[in-house]
């Protein structure tokens, strides 16, 4: 029997780690189902998850490359404040004077803003571990203490809110989402698109005259990532938006609510928000120069520069990038509150090495994948919220996440130990 | 001089003059030079920390040297970093061989080179393509086109590592130590590939400590001690014995062409 399993999982050539890690997955989401009597597999639940993981799984497709060229990001979690109170500032203290409240450039401004800092201090930070040679650790532990000072600084420690509304959307709440047309529209374009590329990849593959995989494999993979696509989308819209807040968003408009309509949530904004940068950065991974140079660089870094990789060049961009990156996470956080306050972010430095290493990134450098941190990002929130649920103290909270994070860690070695990879 | 008398009227693929290199206050390399000349193989011979591996990683790129003349063909060059060597058609099989271990065989042979489809984006399947076609005729048994190199043995990663060198065209080749990490058949196997790329033209530095490794491969040894020169000699014109003693005692024989780091006399 296991040999059989073991053998056709072969032919589909699917990555056995990334099989562990959606089966830890699963027992978690299934032990925790059963320790709350089926509230925590609801679409309700399910789709909070989904929204609540989302600005730490950018932040994690961006701590990939920084650990697979060996280094390390402590500041996110304090640059995301910084970046959040900044956005914030902007958007209840200076843009509503010069251009009128509810202004639809507001929103637009400020995420570029913040776009624009993030990569500026990335690659400031970058630039100080590249080029002047001080360890990432110790110019980023500098840079927590920094940006952290710097987020209470904004506005003398004050909360600003409330945010601009279409800014909130960002977030994810109610009306941060598609609704169900819209949902399954994406599900539909993004089913086609993994299809395609897949066949397409084959062909290329064929036309090479290298041997490729059976066709009914291909045909299998297929099936999978669009039963996957589908099923996710099924449960975001599964999930009702409550009657009365509904019907504040009919009146909103103007409108009033038809009687006996019921309005689905759909897949959240933020979410998608993820999918795009899972997808970009797959892409910058697997398919372009520089990606190529961060892995080479992760795997020896002598030989990358043998090779002609400017790496200290290279870590200016990672660093660059992650900043970036970390700025998109602000957004969404602060988004998903409705305000900024200074200590937005804090502690998620540590969530997002924690999923990027859950997610099988190894920090000797070299290997690590964008669907593994994101998978790692899920897990973690999945720990987190069903043990909220479940009622554990948050003492014995921190103790059960940092058990798991040693214990996956120690898995994954003994899984390269056993594999030889 | 006799090393001369044999080329003589051709240009020098590479002519090294009075390189200089110093790590703090040690001198590595003191005033060397060395040349080689089209469909030559050239062995570099002395002691651990002699300095050869410097010297030539001047040439490759790796080492800015601090004063000192490159020309190939003839053409004074400046080569700052392993991207200008590589345009000058100089590549090098380093006795690390300088592969990213968690990566495959392409990747590896095309690193800094990639192939690329329109629109920028890597085309991994023609590399792995050419990579197919390359090993063929180097290791007709290399069949792990997609494991990360880490996977192979040291034959064939050797293979590879000699794959990214000869596929880009190269005109000069260096080895350092190619031959240290394998067992007898693939050293046999690299000397006959140094045979046919020295048919094709290819000048090749041969740098190693063993002299067993170079001397019946090499048209001419140079051989340095403490950072110099102790001499160069036509294979024909010295025995291994007295190369050894060039290497150990910086003695020159009568067959050879003196440089500033022999001894003086029979002292």
């Not at chain 1, 958007?91 to 450039?105: F, N, R, S, T």
């Not at chain 1, 996470?329 to 937005?344: C, F, G, Q």
């Not at chain 2, 006795?95 to 085309?123: C, H, K, M, P």
């Amino acid at each position: 029997m296991r040999e059989t399993l073991s053998r056709s999982f072969r032919t589909l050539q699917i990555d056995t780690r990334l099989l562990g890690m959606i089966a830890a997955l699963l027992i978690v989401w299934v032990v925790f189902d059963l320790l709350t009597d089926g509230r925590f597999l609801t679409p309700r639940n399910l789709f909070n998850l989904s929204v609540q993981t989302a600005s730490v799984a950018v932040m994690a497709t961006g701590m990939v490359f920084i650990i697979v060229t060996r280094h390390i990001d402590l500041s996110v979690g304090a640059l995301l404040g910084f970046i959040g109170m900044t956005i914030g500032w902007l958007q209840v203290q200076v843009l509503p004077d010069l251009l009128g409240i509810g202004h639809p450039a507001i929103w637009i401004i400020t995420v570029f803003v913040g776009a624009l800092i993030g990569a500026a201090v990335g690659a400031v930070q970058g630039y100080v571990i590249g080029y002047l040679a001080v360890p990432a650790f110790i110019v980023t532990l500098g840079g927590l203490l920094v940006w952290r000072g710097a987020a209470w600084w904004v506005t003398s420690g004050q909360t600003v809110a409330p945010l601009d509304s279409t800014f909130t959307l960002l977030g994810g709440g109610a009306e941060g989402t598609l609704g169900a047309t819209w949902s399954w529209l994406l599900a539909a374009v993004c089913s086609l698109a993994a299809v395609v590329l897949l066949f397409l990849s084959r062909k290329r593959k064929s036309d090479h005259g290298f041997t490729v995989k059976p066709f009914i494999a291909d045909i299998v993979l297929a099936g999978l990532f669009v039963a996957v696509i589908f099923g996710f989308t099924a449960v975001m819209n599964a999930y009702a938006i409550p009657a009365r807040a509904a019907a504040r968003m009919f009146e909103a408009r103007g409108e009033t609510m038809p009687e006996g309509l019921v309005l689905a949530h759909g897949i959240a904004i933020p979410v998608i928000i993820v999918l795009v940068v899972a997808t970009v950065m797959t892409v910058i991974a697997k398919r372009t120069r520089f990606g190529r140079y961060v892995f080479a660089t992760g795997g020896n870094p002598d030989a990358a520069e043998l090779a002609g990789v400017n790496t200290k060049l290279l870590t200016v961009k990672v660093f660059a990038l992650m900043g970036f990156l970390t700025a998109i996470a602000a957004v969404i956080a602060s988004a998903r509150l409705r305000s900024a306050a200074n200590d937005l972010g804090t502690l998620d430095e540590l969530r997002v090495i924690a999923a990027a290493v859950i997610g099988g990134t190894a920090l000797s450098g070299g290997i690590g994948t964008i669907y593994g941190a994101i998978l790692g990002a899920v897990v973690m929130q999945s720990l987190q919220s069903g043990m909220a649920m479940v009622g554990v103290d948050a003492p014995l909270q921190s103790i059960v996440v940092g058990v798991v994070l040693v214990l996956a860690v120690l898995a994954d070695i003994i899984y390269r130990r056993r594999t030889g990879d | 001089m006799t090393t001369q008398a044999s080329h003589s009227g051709q240009t020098p693929l590479v002519e090294m003059e009075d390189i200089h290199i110093a790590f703090g206050g040690v001198k590595a390399v003191d005033g060397v030079d060395v040349d080689l000349y089209p469909g030559e193989v050239v062995g570099l011979l002395g002691h651990n920390g002699a300095g050869k591996s410097t010297l030539i990683k001047t040439l490759s790129g790796a080492y800015r040297r601090d004063s000192g003349s490159i020309r190939i063909n003839g053409q004074e060059v400046a080569i700052e970093n392993p991207r200008d060597a590589r345009r000058h058609n100089i590549e090098t099989i380093y006795q690390t061989l300088a592969l990213a271990d968690n990566l495959d065989a392409a990747s590896n042979i095309f690193l800094g080179r990639e192939l690329v489809s329109t629109g920028g984006f890597l085309d991994d399947d023609r590399m792995e393509a050419e990579t197919r076609k390359i090993m063929n005729r180097l290791n007709p048994n290399f069949e792990k086109f997609s494991a990360p190199v880490k996977a192979l043995s040291g034959g064939q990663r050797q293979s590879v590592a000699i794959a990214r060198a000869i596929y880009f065209d190269a005109r000069v080749l260096i080895m350092d130590e190619p031959t240290a990490a394998l067992g007898p058949q693939e050293t046999a196997q690299v000397a006959e590939l140094i045979k046919q790329l020295k048919s094709d033209g290819i000048g090749i530095f041969l740098i190693s400590h063993d002299i067993h490794d170079v001397f019946d491969l090499a048209d001419r040894v140079s051989v340095m001690k403490n950072g110099q020169l102790v001499g160069s000699a036509r294979t024909e014109d010295v025995t291994k014995d007295e190369v050894l003693g060039m290497i150990i005692l910086g003695k020159c024989p009568p067959g050879a062409t003196p440089g500033p780091g022999a001894l003086d006399g029979d002292s």
